[in-house]
Every structure is written in C-alpha cells, then in structure tokens.
C-alpha cells in the first residue's frame, strides 16, 4: 500500500496535554473489559494475523464498504481499537472527509495512532478516548458508521445501538463486524473448537490464554444475526440485514437510520 503520510494530522496525545486533539470523555463501562484491553493491545495485531491468517482484513474491506462511506463523508469508527477500521475508512473518505476513531482503551488508541505514520491512509483521523455507550458526538453527525468487533464487547448492546442511530444521520448506515453467533450446530462447533485448540494456546504463547479464553463466552452470550436485525429495528433502524462471512465463521449486520 502507498504511503501518503507525513505526520498524523490529528495525533493522540496524553489528556493531561492541554493542546490535545485526543478528546476524553466520561466512561461508563467495565473496568475489567476495558483493562483487558489494553493489556493485549501490544500484541493484538499480531495476534489477529495469525489466528484468522489475515482473513480478518478481508472482512473489515467489506465492512467498510457495507458502510456506504464515500468521498468527503465524516465517518465514525467505534471500538477502534489498533484502528484497521479507521484506516481503510480514510482511504474511503479521501483528504477532503474526516474520520473519528473512538475507543475506551488508551493502550489500543496509541497503537493506532503510532501506526498512522506507516499506514495508506489520509492525514484525517482524529482519534478519541470515549465510551461506545456514550457517545461524545451531537445527534446526526456521521455519514457512515463502522463498529469491529465491539459490540458483542460493550455490556449494554441496545444502548450502544441507540447511540450509533443518534449519531447517525437519516439514511446512513452502520457496519457491524463480529464472530457470528451462528444457529447451525456445526459451525458454531468448529468455532469453539478453534478457539479452544488454535487460539488459547496462540495467545498462551504471548502469556494471555486467559483474556483470550473470554472470546468463547462473549461468543456465547453474543446474538445470533436474527436477533441482531430485530434489535436493531427495535431501537429505530429503518432497515437491518446480517450478512454471514467465511463459511458463517463471521457476520456483519448492515443498518440504516
Ligand atoms: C476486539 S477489539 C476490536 C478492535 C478493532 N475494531 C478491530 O476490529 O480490530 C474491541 C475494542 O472495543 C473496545 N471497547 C469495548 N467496549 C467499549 C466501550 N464501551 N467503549 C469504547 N470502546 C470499547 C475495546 O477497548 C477494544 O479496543
């Protein structure tokens, strides 16, 4: 990928700076999830590589393009993290767009932010310490949202999914990519058996079988793509479709304001 950058336009800088563009906002979440990543944070690209063999970026391009972003869009990304997302959404939106990256974790913001040099992508991330469940943004404020691996994280969904349809603007859609909860007995056995035999014992070689052992039971307690689509028409969505990925290893449910 070329490289367009010279430094960040917006770089993330400690909230103690008083000339920071890296805005923090009230949380309202949980400690524990949110220390859990930023302990991975160093290691989560790496480990994102490795266990989906790369296949991870080829569902956040589809993603991004579910999300309708085009030239000129402000576009938000939430639960960031490292901040793939954002990348391919700056390349989406050109120099003349902007794109919000949002995330509780400091550790994956400044990951993300120290990647910006070396990344395709505009000089138009501006990234944001705050709470999916809290958005710290006015109403319709976005032409296009995208949430990667999130929400099956944050602990009150159909709250993160009334802020993402409050910031939204009318007809504008939102991309949410995650593990798909799938109905079919098979599938959702091989998930379980690969988390079990391929990514525990990866990410035990980085010293985190633990914080990866939480994936099988957030999995678990997470939605399946019919209850994916009815929640998001129960909060407001005007439409809700769940598109499954890679043999339905994945999903990614497409919503417009
Ligand atoms: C599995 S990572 C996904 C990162 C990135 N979107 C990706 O696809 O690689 C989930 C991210 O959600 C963030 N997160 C979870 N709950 C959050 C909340 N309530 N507010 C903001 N960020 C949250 C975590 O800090 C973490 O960076």
Redo the contacts with the bound molecule.
């Keep these: 990928m070329a490289t367009m950058l010279l430094l960040p336009f917006r770089t993330l800088i400690p909230s103690s700076s008083s000339s920071s563009n890296f805005r923090p906002a009230p ?4 400690n524990d ?2 220390a ?3 302990r991975i ?1 160093p290691v ?2 790496n480990l ?1 590589d490795l266990l989906s063999l790369g296949q ?1 970026r080829i569902w ?1 391009r589809m993603t991004v393009s579910w999300a309708g972003a085009k030239a000129g869009d402000h576009v938000l ?9 954002s990348f391919l959404l700056s390349q989406k939106v050109g120099s003349d767009g902007k794109v919000t990256g ?4 400091k550790e ?1 913001l400044l990951v993300a932010s120290s990647k910006q040099h070396s990344k395709n992508c505009f000089s138009n991330i501006e990234w944001i310490e ?4 809290d958005l710290p943004f006015s109403n319709g404020s976005f032409d296009a949202i ?5 929400l ?4 009150d969904r159909p709250k ?1 999914m009334q802020e993402i349809l409050r910031v939204l603007k009318a007809g504008s859609r939102v991309a949410i ?1 995650d593990f798909n909860k799938s109905e079919e007995l098979l599938t959702s056995t091989i998930t379980e058996w690969m988390i079990d035999n391929v990514v525990v014992p990866v990410a035990s070689a980085y010293g985190l079988s633990e914080d990866y052992k939480y994936l099988k039971t957030s999995i678990r307690g997470f939605l399946t793509g019919k209850e994916l689509e009815k929640l998001a028409l129960e909060v407001g969505f005007s439409s809700a479709r769940h598109y499954e990925l890679s043999g339905g290893l994945m999903g990614c449910l497409v919503a417009m304001r």
Excluded at 27 to 30: D, H, P, T, V
Excluded at 146 to 150: F, K, S
Aim: aromatic residues 10%; negative net charge.
């Design positions: 949380l309202r979440c949980s999830r949110q859990l990543f930023n944070a989560y690209d994102n991870h956040k990304d939430i639960c960031c993290g490292s901040g793939d997302l949002l995330d509780f974790s994956q705050g709470d999916a469940l995208t949430m990667g691996y999130g099956r994280n944050v602990v993160a990519l």
